[in-house]
């Protein structure tokens, strides 16, 4: 007797082992097994008892849901009230922390504008005895400047004083040295004049001893005298040769030599130019 299906069933691995060019294996023969009572008793207890334990374990997951939905809730209620309570307080705490350090940072913020404020103060102070100290080095520098001044115009009015005497010492000196030159000069003109008067003087007096030399030689000549020739000559007690010449004196000769005649008019008229 053939089993309902069989025939499908062994065509259908027919023409899987055909399409996937395996070898073809055995042949199953499918369908119905034929249970008996007992059987059917262990199957239906077993169907009973997977649906009791899947009852069962239906119950326990819902206790197991309600327990974790339960401690769920809790841990939630739990958690917004730590978190409200913590955030709250954190807040709070951490809101007055801030305002605190705000206020620490204002507070930090006014002392380093005062201390700049004071810092800018004693900059300036500083500035102002700088520029004051400037103002009194730029005085002294200008006093220095002036009395330098000052001494040099003296020095140059000194020098100018000492040139000005020393033009008036060389003026005077050359003053006196042309009064010298001159007086010199005079010297030496009136020296040539009393030179020149004196030997105008010793010629005047030569002329006159020649001329009178001549005008006694002609008086003398022209002259007669009756005891004998008064003249000049040689006395007759003395020899010719070593004879002094004697005037006014008759000797015993006719006419004196007209020589000897000349000779003591010319020593007379030298004797009377010396006296």
Known sequence: MKKPGAERTRAGFASADKGSGLAPGPSLTQGLLPVGKGQAACGLRAVLAAGAAAAGLAAGAGLAAAFFGAAAAFLGAGAAAFLGAGAAAFLGAGAAAFLAGAAFLAGAAAFLAGAAFLAGAAAFLAGAAFLAGAA??????????????????????????????????????????????????????????????GAAFLAGAAFFAVAMCFSLIKWESHRPSPTGWSGCGYSS???????????????????????????????????????
Request: aromatic fraction near 16%.
């Open 136 to 197: 009194a080095f730029l005085a002294g520098a200008a006093f220095f400047a002036g009395a330098a001044a000052f001494l040099a115009g003296a020095a140059f009015f000194a020098g100018a004083a000492f040139f000005a005497g020393a033009a008036a010492f060389l003026a005077g000196a050359a003053f006196f040295a042309g009064a010298a030159a001159f007086l010199a000069g005079a010297a030496f003109f009136a020296g040539a004049a009393a030179f020149l008067a």
């Open 237 to 275: 007690l003395e020899s010719r040769s070593g004879g002094t010449l004697r005037c006014d004196e008759s000797v015993g000769h006719a006419a004196p030599p007209r020589r000897d005649a000349c000779v003591c008019g010319f020593r007379s008229v030298t004797a009377w130019a010396s006296a």
